[in-house]
Structure formats: structure tokens, C-alpha cells
């Protein structure tokens, strides 16, 4: 996958706490010194803050460049059902997840 990743834009999304020093950690491994290549990034602001501020917008903005790049990274902690201020959607779709980080980089 990184061969073809050659010249590509990657969507960052960044999120909230745990979720976003796991994104920082792994945005490192893209650094031309590592890859041996040039990867350029496309950043999104996924925070409670943010979703609420433009009512979603930036989640289907960001929606948007995942299709249209065909590669982004997003690093998700599994929050507990209880964790006040978010939705509980994403404990919900993933009940066995554990308190976990985890760090994807998908493509079409």
C-alpha cells in the first residue's frame, strides 16, 4: 500500500484527547526520514468542539476527502457507554472494544 501512496494527499482526521496523541504518534511514521518518500496531508478537526461548533459539517467535509483522496488516518479510543459530552454511537458499534487506542490508515 505505500508504493501506491506515492505522490498521494492522506486525510488526517484528528479528534480528542487519547484518540489524538495516538494520530500524533503515528503521523510520525509518515515523515519523509522514515518513508523514504513525500506524503502530503490534508488535516480535519473532528473534536467535540468542532462537530458541535459547525453542527457536522466538518464530519461530512472530511467525508468528502476520504472519497476523494482515497486515503485517510484516524485514530479512535473506544470510550465507555457513560463518557459524558459524546456520543454514545461509537461505544455502541463497538461494545467489546476495551479502553484501547487504535490507529487506522485505510484507502479505498
Same mark, same amino acid.
Given at each position: 500500500? =505505500?508504493?501506491?501512496?506515492?505522490?498521494q494527499t =492522506?486525510?488526517? @482526521?484528528h479528534?480528542?484527547q487519547t484518540?489524538? $496523541? *495516538? *494520530?500524533?504518534e !503515528?503521523?510520525? @511514521? *509518515? $515523515? /519523509?526520514g522514515?518513508l523514504?518518500?513525500?506524503?502530503?496531508?490534508?488535516?480535519f478537526?473532528?473534536?467535540? $468542539?468542532?462537530r458541535?461548533?459547525?453542527?457536522?459539517?466538518?464530519?461530512?467535509?472530511?467525508?468528502?476527502?476520504?472519497? $476523494?483522496?482515497?486515503?485517510? =488516518?484516524k485514530?479512535?479510543?473506544? !470510550?465507555?457507554?457513560?463518557?459524558?459530552g459524546?456520543?454514545?454511537?461509537?461505544?455502541? !458499534?463497538? /461494545?467489546g472494544?476495551?479502553?484501547?487506542? !487504535?490507529?487506522t490508515l485505510?484507502?479505498?
Open positions: 500500500m =505505500i508504493r501506491s501512496m506515492l505522490g =492522506i486525510a488526517v @482526521l479528534g480528542d484518540g489524538e $496523541e *495516538l *494520530l500524533r !503515528a503521523l510520525r @511514521l *509518515l $515523515e /519523509p522514515v523514504g518518500l513525500e506524503v502530503k496531508t490534508r488535516d478537526d473532528l473534536s467535540l $468542539e468542532e458541535r461548533r459547525t453542527r457536522n459539517q466538518c464530519v461530512l467535509d472530511a467525508s468528502a476527502a476520504l472519497r $476523494e483522496l482515497g486515503f485517510g =488516518i485514530a479512535r479510543s473506544c !470510550a465507555s457507554r457513560s463518557t459524558a459524546s456520543s454514545s454511537a461509537r461505544a455502541a !458499534a463497538s /461494545p472494544c476495551g479502553p484501547w487506542p !487504535a490507529c485505510r484507502s479505498r
